[in-house]
């Protein structure tokens, strides 16, 4: 019944900006933390970044200062704001809800040098 869906992905120049969208439903939504995770091609499924039910956040060395996560309780959404896109950015996207085994289908991101 949890669904969570990815939205924002793109073709983007290295420096640009893109906005990823995680839209969760079938969930209490404040209840849990979220988390972004990207896989390249060839390599295995890396953390991005947390949010946690409070609001705080962590991430991944090789995205900080870059990236930005953040949720809005009243829309069951979770935003990945990713800024100075580089190329090694290159992945699908996935958001997921770890503690309940939760996976959205994940979004392309492309970045072009």
């Known amino acids: 019944q949890v669904q969570l869906v990815e939205s924002g992905g793109g073709l983007v120049q290295a420096g640009g900006s893109l906005r990823l969208s995680c839209a969760a439903s079938?969930?209490?939504?404040?209840?849990?933390?979220f988390g972004w995770y990207r896989q390249a091609p060839g390599k295995q499924r890396e953390w991005v970044a947390t949010?946690?039910?409070?609001?705080?956040?962590n991430y991944a060395d090789s995205v900080k200062g870059r990236f930005t996560i953040s949720r809005d309780n009243s829309k069951n959404t979770v935003y990945l704001q990713m800024n100075s896109l580089k190329p090694e950015d290159t992945a699908v996207y996935y958001c997921a809800a770890p503690t309940r085994n939760a996976w959205g289908q994940g979004t392309q991101v492309t970045v072009s040098s």
């Open positions: 949010i946690r039910t409070g609001g705080s956040s």
């Open positions: 079938g969930i209490t939504f404040r209840s849990y933390n």
